[in-house]
């Protein structure tokens, strides 16, 4: 058999790697990322702060490098500020950010990304491998040592098994991944032999590949009768970690055991205990960091929260490179959101240069494709390849009413739209737009069809919680009644927005955002193909395409099922060029990752993207 020569998968001492205190690294699942992310664009860490616009905080990468790991400090209990109550610890349905902070540091991955070059495949739980493109047969090593929290051994036969169980239940957020797999066994302790049911892009690649999914302790699961109902309020975790204690939706605490890490993995984990703690609001969050009662803030900050803290001696604040994006989802079962040409002219109203310039403070990249701009490789080239589309914005990226009218009383869509005279409270303009000669908000229907629904509204996150966001969606509500489309903000609590939207498909717009995307290829299948949608909104399953959108099934599958890189790509620029054609989401932006951490604790690792969706920050970081 042939090694996989996708990316290397070269071994490395990591007793070498944790000598330098400043280390590029792997990034586990992040809340609503689902599938995980890579290193970015190569860029590593580095121990001098990173160079950042002149009006911008300063952004220190990490701590002082290490001689070797008997010179760290250990001890300490740093304190993870979580924004929000996890909802719930279960990998197979949840995409809640919050409980992802605490299962990123119990379930391992099979491979990681070298911390010495992220953008380089490395071992984790598996060890060794090889493949063969050609029969589709491939052969695992195990890496010895990993060990449950509840005394037993991660073993090739507990990793067999939780494959074949992902293989046989569906609906759960890696099934696009496991369904490549056509078998796989355990041919000794350590040992496994698989084969894949076709050709596909990545095998072993973190994050997107066939085993790209966190392993689960076997024994745990196989008492498990239904994975959809399965809440469990403890975990059984092999990476370090252990469960300690909590106190729901206050606080939750690990204490580390590196018996149960192998030391070629890493030597750490330092520190006694990670206590990841719950706050209401962003407010007291940062007032507490600066009291010295947060360590880290687990989700990002906006540039004006950056910007508080850049005088404060005992806080440093990080500024990273998007890998996610934010964007505006549309419920496409509605009219008029069931037309192309009404998703598209949104683009028109959008606020882009108020979002960036005024809110983000130019800590920010306009959006379009689903695709952050570090992964410029495998975007489209230009609006006019490979696919002859849009672009659908201004090219200032402010309101232009005119424009926006023209483009929807010109275009030739599902439906037909004019523009008469004002009869809604919600439109400031001088003229209100007409749906096949109905009023929107006659015409505007729900998921049953049902017309008469009044005027579209706008999930948005609370303002207390994440104002930003709140602001640009208002603006954006505000540029569509100046247009004549009466619409209106609807405020939902962060933790109610679950069910609401994934499972219930009960909005018009939804104003939300991936925080950390791997690399487009493979990933568009995570949460843009009709198999992770509920198409006809009759189930109350959590979906993680809430849009209902599939017309870019053809495309995506294309794009998983090519072994050549530059096929691969050129798959990719496609699909993506189609879903940015379809709308079915409006990307709003790539905002830069903005962190805060205080300067009792060293080791943070940075990568683009942030710092703490990361496993190797929890194993690395140490008392200053």
């Given at each position: 058999?042939?090694?996989?020569?996708?990316?290397?998968?070269?071994?490395?001492?990591?007793?070498?790697?944790?000598?330098?205190?400043?280390?590029?690294?792997?990034?586990?699942?992040?809340?609503?990322?689902?599938?995980?992310?890579?290193?970015?664009?190569?860029?590593?860490?580095?121990?001098?702060?990173?160079?950042?616009?002149?009006?911008?905080?300063?952004?220190?990468?990490?701590?002082?490098?290490?001689?070797?790991?008997?010179?760290?400090?250990?001890?300490?209990?740093?304190?993870?500020?979580?924004?929000?109550?996890?909802?719930?610890?279960?990998?197979?349905?949840?995409?809640?950010?919050?409980?992802?902070?605490?299962?990123?540091?119990?379930?391992?991955?099979?491979?990681?990304?070298?911390?010495?070059?992220?953008?380089?495949?490395?071992?984790?739980?598996?060890?060794?491998?090889?493949?063969?493109?050609?029969?589709?047969?491939?052969?695992?090593?195990?890496?010895?040592?990993?060990?449950?929290?509840?005394?037993?051994?991660?073993?090739?036969?507990?990793?067999?098994?939780?494959?074949?169980?992902?293989?046989?239940?569906?609906?759960?957020?890696?099934?696009?991944?496991?369904?490549?797999?056509?078998?796989?066994?355990?041919?000794?302790?350590?040992?496994?032999?698989?084969?894949?049911?076709?050709?596909t892009a990545a095998v072993f690649t973190p994050e997107t590949g066939v085993f790209a999914v966190p392993i689960l302790p076997a024994h745990i699961w196989k008492?498990?009768?239904?994975?959809?109902?399965?809440?469990?309020?403890?975990?059984?975790?092999?990476?370090?970690?252990?469960?300690?204690?909590?106190?729901?939706?206050?606080?939750?605490?690990?204490?580390?055991?590196?018996?149960?890490?192998?030391?070629?993995?890493?030597?750490?984990?330092?520190?006694?205990?990670?206590?990841?703690?719950?706050?209401?609001?962003?407010?007291?969050?940062i007032q507490e960091l600066k009291n010295g009662n947060v360590d880290v803030t687990y989700s990002s900050i906006t540039p004006n929260r950056a910007f508080q803290?850049?005088?404060?001696?005992?806080?440093?604040?990080?500024?990273?490179?998007?890998?996610?994006?934010?964007?505006?989802?549309?419920?496409?079962?509605?009219?008029?959101?069931?037309?192309?040409?009404?998703?598209?002219?949104?683009?028109?109203?959008?606020?882009?240069?108020?979002?960036?310039?005024?809110?983000?403070?130019?800590?920010?990249?306009?959006?379009?494709?689903?695709?952050?701009?570090?992964?410029?490789?495998?975007?489209?080239?230009?609006?006019?390849?490979?696919?002859?589309?849009?672009?659908?914005?201004?090219?200032?990226?402010?309101?232009?009413?005119?424009?926006?009218?023209?483009?929807?009383?010109?275009?030739?869509?599902?439906?037909?739209?004019?523009?008469?005279?004002?009869?809604?409270?919600?439109?400031?303009?001088?003229?209100?737009?007409?749906?096949?000669?109905?009023?929107?908000?006659?015409?505007?229907?729900?998921?049953?069809?049902?017309?008469?629904?009044?005027?579209?509204?706008?999930?948005?996150?609370?303002?207390?919680?994440?104002?930003?966001?709140?602001?640009?969606?208002?603006?954006?509500?505000?540029?569509?009644?100046?247009?004549?489309?009466?619409?209106?903000?609807?405020?939902?609590?962060?933790?109610?927005?679950?069910?609401?939207?994934?499972?219930?498909?009960?909005?018009?717009?939804?104003?939300?955002?991936?925080?950390?995307?791997?690399?487009?290829?493979?990933?568009?299948?995570?949460?843009?193909?009709?198999?992770?949608?509920?198409?006809?909104?009759?189930?109350?399953?959590?979906?993680?395409?809430?849009?209902?959108?599939?017309?870019?099934?053809?495309?995506?599958?294309?794009?998983?099922?090519?072994?050549d890189p530059e096929t691969q790509k050129q798959a990719t620029k496609e699909a993506l060029a189609r879903v940015y054609e379809d709308q079915p989401a409006l990307?709003?932006?790539?905002?830069?990752?903005?962190?805060?951490?205080?300067?009792?604790?060293?080791?943070?690792?940075?990568?683009?993207?942030?710092?703490?969706?990361?496993?190797?920050?929890?194993?690395?970081?140490?008392?200053?």
């Amino acid at each position: 058999m042939t090694e996989q020569t996708e990316e290397p998968a070269d071994r490395f001492d990591r007793r070498d790697f944790v000598q330098a205190g400043a280390l590029a690294g792997m990034f586990g699942v992040a809340g609503c990322l689902g599938g995980g992310g890579e290193g970015g664009s190569g860029e590593s860490a580095t121990a001098s702060p990173t160079a950042t616009a002149s009006d911008t905080p300063e952004s220190t990468a990490t701590g002082t490098e290490l001689e070797d790991s008997s010179d760290v400090k250990t001890g300490g209990k740093p304190v993870v500020g979580l924004g929000a109550e996890p909802q719930a610890f279960n990998p197979l349905v949840t995409s809640d950010a919050d409980a992802w902070a605490i299962m990123d540091q119990m379930y391992p991955y099979p491979t990681a990304r070298d911390p010495e070059d992220v953008t380089v495949t490395a071992p984790f739980v598996f060890n060794e491998w090889s493949f063969d493109p050609e029969s589709l047969e491939g052969e695992v090593t195990l890496t010895e040592g990993f060990q449950w929290s509840d005394g037993e051994p991660l073993t090739a036969e507990g990793v067999a098994w939780w494959f074949n169980y992902l293989m046989e239940e569906t609906g759960h957020r890696y099934e696009g991944n496991t369904n490549q797999i056509e078998s796989i066994e355990a041919t000794g302790e350590y040992e496994l032999s698989f084969t894949l049911a076709s050709e596909t892009a990545a095998v072993f690649t973190p994050e997107t590949g066939v085993f790209a999914v966190p392993i689960l302790p076997a024994h745990i699961w196989k008492e498990v009768d239904d994975y959809t109902k399965y809440s469990p309020t403890e975990l059984v975790g092999a990476q370090g970690f252990e469960w300690a204690d909590s106190s729901a939706g206050n606080w939750y605490e690990l204490k580390t055991n590196p018996d149960l890490l192998p030391d070629e993995i890493h030597p750490g984990p330092y520190v006694d205990r990670l206590r990841f703690r719950v706050f209401g609001d962003m407010t007291t969050l940062i007032q507490e960091l600066k009291n010295g009662n947060v360590d880290v803030t687990y989700s990002s900050i906006t540039p004006n929260r950056a910007f508080q803290l850049q005088d404060t001696d005992s806080v440093k604040v990080w500024n990273s490179k998007s890998r996610g994006y934010n964007y505006i989802a549309h419920n496409m079962r509605r009219v008029p959101f069931d037309d192309k040409t009404f998703r598209q002219s949104l683009g028109f109203v959008y606020p882009f240069n108020y979002l960036e310039n005024q809110l983000r403070r130019g800590l920010t990249e306009p959006g379009d494709y689903v695709a952050a701009k570090v992964y410029e490789p495998w975007r489209p080239d230009s609006f006019d390849e490979p696919m002859d589309h849009g672009p659908y914005k201004t090219d200032d990226g402010q309101l232009d009413v005119a424009q926006a009218r023209e483009f929807l009383t010109n275009a030739d869509g599902a439906h037909d739209y004019t523009f008469g005279p004002v009869e809604s409270s919600q439109v400031t303009g001088d003229k209100e737009i007409r749906v096949d000669g109905e009023l929107l908000t006659e015409a505007h229907t729900n998921n049953d069809g049902e017309g008469g629904q009044g005027p579209i509204k706008l999930i948005i996150t609370p303002p207390s919680t994440a104002p930003v966001e709140a602001r640009a969606g208002a603006r954006f509500v505000e540029n569509l009644n100046e247009v004549g489309i009466p619409a209106e903000t609807q405020p939902v609590a962060e933790g109610s927005q679950n069910s609401l939207v994934w499972a219930k498909e009960e909005f018009d717009m939804w104003s939300s955002g991936w925080i950390w995307m791997p690399k487009p290829h493979m990933y568009m299948s995570f949460w843009l193909t009709s198999s992770r949608a509920d198409m006809e909104s009759n189930s109350e399953d959590f979906n993680l395409n809430p849009m209902g959108y599939g017309n870019a099934d053809d495309l995506v599958a294309d794009v998983m099922s090519t072994f050549d890189p530059e096929t691969q790509k050129q798959a990719t620029k496609e699909a993506l060029a189609r879903v940015y054609e379809d709308q079915p989401a409006l990307v709003t932006e790539y905002p830069n990752r903005l962190h805060a951490s205080s300067n009792a604790f060293d080791g943070w690792v940075k990568v683009p993207g942030g710092i703490t969706q990361n496993p190797w920050t929890y194993l690395n970081v140490h008392q200053a």
